[in-house]
Each structure stands twice: as structure tokens, then as C-alpha cells.
């Protein structure tokens, strides 16, 4: 019995022995065709380049084994990095809305980002079970009542919530958040100290302002200084909700500053800006900069600029994005996978003919 355990052990480490092999095999044959290729287009320089023909069918037989195990390691690596990074941080995020947006705005936000938050939650001026919103009492129509919303949802949340969070998102039923971005940015930050994240302005506060529709990201300190310490007329330069105008994040800055909390930098290491509070459009397209509002570009904190280099590549909040567009950046920054094609992209800016051919 122990001769044929032996005998069994032997052969499973015989069968991964032949893997590696087989594995590094392939490896080499095709670092082999790459090298073929460079030398030949070195050797000939100045000649028309020799058209490699490659079989996708054959090449997908050969390597769509190494593919598929290379992106089941890659997911389980993604998975368990944001399951640490959850545990580590929880994000509650609540989104402003009102009844006029619930059966749009406000679920399309539900059936898309809103699903990474670890609690999400709605604020409006009316119940609505289907969303489902919480009602904030006493708030003006229109715009005039945004600051009523924004004081009475913090205090809800810090009131109700406060177990159940290290970092608070602001945001409206317009606005697009990549969480899992939220949570890189927020890594070596400590939620019980005083942090105060978001898209900065120049004007109407002593350090500027966020925009509270690209996103305002609260430390769990942050928030219970502001509501213990500034709310409800608690600190003379807080602005109280009988201050009914529409500019609320200027307001929440000038609260945060009253009671000694002051903004963070959100942009990357090369000065790219990671919360937007423009849609990703206005962001990435060459002549952003000229086109953008006159008050925009004017009042900017940080230097902006247009095109494809204009935004972090872990950017993670957007605004005045329409339901449609929601769909569409949660497609693409969560279902599209490019490991299919990376061989045949390289291939083809090597020169080498890609062909389809079908094999009996």
C-alpha cells in the first residue's frame, strides 16, 4: 500500500514536472518566433517586410490554455485585494436625489456603482420605497434646499450609521464613482483622523472648495467633528440650513474648515486628477481645456489640462453623467477583459499577418 501512495505521489509530481515543461516549451517557441522576426526586420531594413502568416485557430489551440489560467489568477488576485481592501475600509456612500430623478437617475445608480458601496444610501425630499429614499423634512423646492438635504443627511448617517463606515461619499444621482478607486486613493489614510477629499475650486473659502457632485469623500473623524462641532449653528462661520442657497459644497467646506479640517490632494503622483466634476467626455477630449466654462477654467485649484492624458489612469468620479453613460462606463470598467487579444495586438504592430483559417 505505502509502495503504491509512493508510486501515486510520483506520478502527480511526474504530471507537473511535464506541465512546466510543456509550459516553458511554449514559451520559448514563441519568444523564438518574436526573435526570427526582429532579426529578419533589422536584416533588411529598407526592404518590404516579410509577411508572417499566423493561423488564429492554431495560435488559440496553443496558448488559450495559458490565457485562461493567467486571467482566473489575475481574478482571484483582483478579488481577494478588494476583499482585503473592503474589510479594511468600509465606504458608505449616499446619494442626493429628488423626486423628479428617483425612477432614473437615483436606480440607475443602484443597479450600477451604487453596488460596490458597502452601504448605500438615498436622500431626498419625498419617500420612495422602490429606490428607496429617505425623506429629509423641511427642504425648499428646487435647488434652494440642497444644503437642508446635505446637513440633514450627514447627521442621519453619523446618527444611524456610524458602526457601519470608515470613509462617507457624497455624491448626486448624476454622479459615477469607481469605489475600488476610492479605496487605493484612501490607503494611506487613517479614518480616525480628519480627511476631506474631492474636486477643488479656488473661490469662496479660505482653502477653496470640493464639488459636490464629483464626489465628496469624508474621513468617519471628519464627519463627527463637522456635525458635533459646526452643525445646527454650533460654530459661528458654519452657514445653519436657514442659509438656503444652492451652493452646499461650498458651504460643507466652510463648516470643515470652522472646526479645523482641511483638503487633501486627490490627484496621482504625475498631477493627474483622479475626481472629476465633469462627465468623462468633457475630460479626455483634446480641446477640453478651451471649451470648458469661462468660470471653470478660471477657478480651477490645480493646473487641467484636455486629451487622453488629462485624467489619472485610477480615476474614479464623474459628473452630469446621463443613465445611459452609467451603463456604458460600468460595462466597460468592470465586464471587458483586453488578455484576449493582447497576442494579436502585438502581433500586428510587429507586422506578422493575422489569418483565419478552418481546420476539419
Known amino acids: 500500500m505505502a509502495q503504491h501512495r509512493k508510486q501515486g505521489k510520483d506520478s502527480s509530481a511526474m504530471e507537473g514536472c511535464w506541465c512546466n515543461c510543456y509550459f516553458v516549451f511554449l514559451l520559448g517557441f514563441f519568444i523564438g518566433i518574436c526573435m526570427v522576426v526582429a532579426i529578419r526586420s533589422s536584416n533588411n531594413k529598407g526592404e518590404a517586410k516579410p509577411k508572417i502568416s499566423i493561423d488564429t485557430l492554431f495560435v488559440q489551440k496553443q496558448v488559450s490554455r495559458n490565457l485562461g489560467v493567467a486571467k482566473q489568477l489575475k481574478l482571484k488576485a483582483k478579488n481577494v485585494q478588494g476583499s482585503e481592501l473592503a474589510r479594511r475600509m ?22 450600477t456603482w451604487g453596488r460596490h458601496c ?86 469662496f473659502a479660505p482653502a477653496g472648495f470640493f464639488s459636490g ?31 438656503s442657497d444652492s451652493a452646499d459644497d461650498v458651504k460643507i467646506a466652510q463648516c470643515l474648515y470652522a472646526v479645523g479640517i482641511v483638503p487633501d ?34 477657478n480651477q485649484w490645480w493646473p487641467v489640462k484636455g486629451g487622453l492624458d488629462c485624467c489619472a489612469e485610477n480615476g474614479f468620479t464623474w459628473h452630469y453623467v446621463i443613465p445611459l453613460r452609467m451603463y456604458m462606463i460600468q460595462y466597460l470598467a468592470y465586464s471587458v477583459q483586453v488578455e484576449n487579444v493582447v497576442f494579436f495586438s502585438k502581433a500586428a504592430q510587429s507586422g506578422i499577418s493575422i489569418t483565419s483559417a478552418t481546420h476539419q
Open 90 to 111: 468600509r465606504i458608505l456612500c449616499w446619494v442626493m436625489t429628488a423626486k423628479h430623478t428617483h425612477k432614473t437617475k437615483a436606480l440607475t445608480v443602484k443597479r
Open 118 to 203: 458597502d452601504k448605500l444610501l438615498f436622500f431626498s425630499e419625498t419617500e420612495d420605497p422602490e429606490v428607496p429614499t429617505i425623506k429629509i423634512d423641511k427642504v425648499q423646492p428646487g435647488r434652494s434646499g440642497l444644503w437642508t438635504k446635505v446637513v440633514g443627511a450627514y447627521k442621519y448617517v453619523q446618527k444611524h450609521h456610524r458602526d457601519e463606515y470608515d470613509w462617507v461619499l457624497r455624491a448626486d444621482d448624476d454622479s459615477y464613482a469607481i469605489i475600488e478607486g476610492i479605496r487605493e486613493m484612501l490607503l494611506p489614510y487613517n479614518p480616525e483622523k480628519p480627511g476631506f477629499f474631492g474636486y477643488r475650486f479656488l473661490p
Open 213 to 243: 457632485g464629483g464626489g465628496i469623500v469624508l474621513s468617519k473623524a471628519a464627519l463627527d467633528r463637522v456635525v458635533t462641532m459646526a452643525f445646527d449653528g454650533k460654530h459661528k462661520d458654519c452657514p445653519t440650513v436657514a442659509f
Open 265 to 298: 490632494d486627490t490627484r496621482d503622483f504625475r498631477g493627474r486628477t483622479r475626481m472629476h466634476c465633469y462627465d468623462v467626455d468633457l475630460n479626455v477630449k483634446p480641446d477640453a481645456v478651451e471649451t470648458m466654462n469661462p468660470w471653470y477654467r478660471q
